[in-house]
């Protein structure tokens, strides 16, 4: 893989690279989702799917409680949120928590800002624009992996679970 690194004022600029070797352990798909885990509250968090056309990070209230995380954490939101097919969703607040990801080689924690809703996903958690312009990911739905940086400067490849990305696609047909 290519990838040159250069520090300028407290950040990297990286030219990130996917290459045939990316395509090596991918079963081949018919345009599936890229779907990671991640560390969250301190716990694995499977089934977090990447969202480019997300304009929020959200949690939904499933995972809120599978996390058993208080109520109390939830600051309250005044916005509108609607679903993929137009439709309210109701809000039950957001909050901020420390996620990491990680290739098991190297890793990296920010703390991202939740939208917590109500409402059915075959996800428990959305990574959308905010988080990937800020952790400056670059994800391939053709080679199912997402890379971003270390604070080092060390290029993390996030695997997509191509098994859980299918599972979740077809349990989000059903329930339409």
Request: hydrophobic share 40%.
């Amino acid at each position: 893989m290519s990838v040159e690194a250069q520090r300028t004022d407290d950040a990297f600029v990286v030219d990130m690279v996917f290459t045939k070797a990316d395509l090596e352990d991918v079963v081949p798909h018919d345009n599936d989702l890229l779907v990671i885990s991640a560390v969250t509250a301190g716990r694995k968090v499977h089934r977090v799917l990447v969202d480019q056309g997300s304009s929020t990070d959200v949690m939904f209230w499933t995972t809120f409680n599978k996390l058993q995380l208080s109520p109390d954490m939830l600051r309250p939101y005044d916005g509108c949120f609607y679903g993929f097919a137009g439709d309210h969703v109701e809000v039950r607040g957001y909050l901020e928590l420390r996620t990491t990801f990680t290739d098991g080689t190297a890793s990296r924690t920010e703390s991202i800002r939740y939208l917590v809703v109500n409402a059915f996903s075959a996800y428990n958690m959305l990574l959308g624009r905010p988080t990937l312009n800020r952790l400056g990911a670059t994800p391939s739905t053709r080679h199912m992996k997402m890379k971003l940086l270390d604070l080092t400067g060390k290029v993390i490849t996030i695997k997509s679970n191509e098994k859980e990305a299918k599972r979740c696609y077809e349990n989000s047909l059903k329930a339409r």
